[in-house]
């Protein structure tokens, strides 16, 4: 994993981004999100794994698909990686 100190993030940025570019009832969720998973890699960074593994699982079966089929929907939904450099890669340094 990477030399992120866990204890010392602070989301403060990252929610801030979220509120201005997403609609409020998702920007809730999302910011939701990153401080339970946050929660969890205070506890031990690899927990992240686990925990990205547990969601697509979860959703997987909700879906009747496979963990695969789930995180092919998210890469294509997901931001490109230029605009993750640009926006959002700076709001966890």
Known sequence: MSDIDWHELDLSALASELRATLPAAEAE??????????????????????????????????????PRAVFETFFRRSVSDEEWRERYAGLFA
Not at 44 to 49: E, K
């Open 29 to 66: 969720k999302m910011i939701w999100a990153f401080e339970h998973a946050l929660s969890a890699a205070r506890i031990d960074g690899d927990l992240l794994r686990y925990l990205l593994a547990a969601a697509a699982s979860l959703l997987a079966s909700d879906e009747e698909s496979s």
